[in-house]
Nanobody, 123 residues
Framework: QVHLEESGGGLVQAGDSLRLSCAAS????????MGWFRQAPGKEREFVAA????????YYADSVKGRFTISRDSAKNTVYLQMNSLKPEDTAVYYC????????????????WGQGTQVTVSS
């Protein structure tokens, strides 16, 4: 049983930084792609960043390139999302997802999800 648990959200001001964590458990994740998505009120869940656990291949949405960094710590079975230069439009619930093998940018392609963590950026 795969379990994903996000943490690290909060209320910050524009220009601040936050680091989100996604603790994964339940199986070995070496064959998994781990993705960060976000969902603002009234909007669909949108892709933010993803990483292939074993190869370390990374992909970002254009809206966060140069500001956000995804990484993983295999010893801790944890994926991180370092968010710098936050903007009010980054406000959303951030979710961690997992799927086998390949990175995808569509939320429906992910099989497992955490409960989400709220990020609010004030102007």
């Amino acid at each position: 049983q795969v379990h994903l648990e996000e943490s690290g959200g909060g209320l910050v001001q524009a220009g601040d930084s936050l680091r989100l964590s996604c603790a994964a458990s339940g199986r070995a994740f070496s064959n998994y792609a781990m993705g960060w998505f976000r969902q603002a009120p009234g909007k669909e869940r949108e892709f933010v960043a993803a990483i292939l656990w074993s190869a370390g291949s990374i992909y970002y949405a254009d809206s966060v390139k140069g500001r956000f960094t995804i990484s993983r710590d295999s010893a801790k079975n944890t994926v991180y999302l370092q968010m710098n230069s936050l903007k009010p439009e980054d406000t959303a619930v951030y979710y961690c997802g997992a799927r086998l093998f390949a990175i995808r940018v569509v939320a429906a392609d992910y099989d497992y999800w955490g409960q989400g963590t709220q990020v609010t950026v004030s102007s």
